[in-house]
């Protein structure tokens, strides 16, 4: 094999990704970006916190880009999540096209390219050839391009809010005190504050008011239940 190909390893399964390429994620200094369908894209439980947690130190200026297609935004953790992402820093769109590997770049230099299950497992290919690395980041660049900001995105459609969070819009939208509300929906008082905090994440809202506003706009919380005659 020619020394430029030798530079490029296939790990099986994300244990082995972890221990022999985890340290690459602590490594971006200019640029970090992937790629991937929605935010499941770790099987084995505590191995994106090991990565995370052992190697990824964010450096002042380092540009992070993230691209989904719209079933990241399937569920209301997920969405709330990539908005918290967008908050943070990271720039994030959404791709209608399909994503059919994940990709990740690092500083234009390294690659990680998640291929399908082979006997089950599934294998990571750690690119350093410089040709190949331009070859993904620029097939990357094409479908950044052709995908809609994250905020833009969003504007078009409702957030995911599950039953429980259109109740508490609902208890909101009645004025009752945050501790009888809490205690209609069986949670703690901090729990439910919490909740409410998310809603309002979720909906772009700097407060409970706006929040109000924005989810009759969006139509989330439907006509309230009528009372029978008796009632």
Not at 15 to 38: I, K, M, P, Q, S
Not at 83 to 107: F, H, K, N, Y
Not at 116 to 133: D, I, K, L, Q
Not at 182 to 207: H, K, P
Request: glycine share 8%; charged share 25%; with cysteine.
């Amino acid at each position: 094999m020619s020394p430029d190909t030798d530079r490029n390893v296939v790990l099986r399964g994300e244990l082995e990704l972890a221990e022999r390429a985890g340290h690459l994620f602590g490594h971006a200094r200019e640029e970090f970006v992937c790629a991937a369908t929605d935010l499941r894209t770790w099987a084995t439980p505590g191995v994106r916190e090991q990565i995370m947690a052992g190697h990824w130190q964010r450096p002042p200026g380092l540009r992070v880009r993230k691209l989904y297609t719209p079933a990241a935004l399937d569920d209301e953790d997920s969405e709330r999540h990539l908005v918290e992402l967008s908050r943070g820093g990271a720039t994030v769109r959404i791709s209608t096209a399909p994503l059919p590997q994940e990709t990740i770049v690092i500083d234009r230099k390294v690659a990680v390219l998640a291929g399908a299950p082979v006997a089950g497992v599934r294998e990571y290919t750690v690119v350093r050839s410089p040709g190949v690395v331009r070859s993904v980041r620029s097939l990357y660049e094409a479908a950044w391009e052709a995908a809609a900001d994250l905020a833009e995105f969003r504007r078009a459609r409702p957030p995911a809010l599950g039953e429980q969070s259109r109740q508490i819009l609902r208890l909101l939208g009645g004025g009752l005190k945050d501790e009888a509300a809490a205690r209609q929906l069986g949670l703690s008082l901090r729990t439910y504050r919490r909740r409410v905090a998310e809603i309002l994440t979720l909906l772009d809202a700097d407060s409970r008011f706006q929040a109000g506003l924005r989810a009759h706009e969006l139509g989330l919380l439907g006509a309230p239940p009528r009372r029978s005659a008796a009632g």
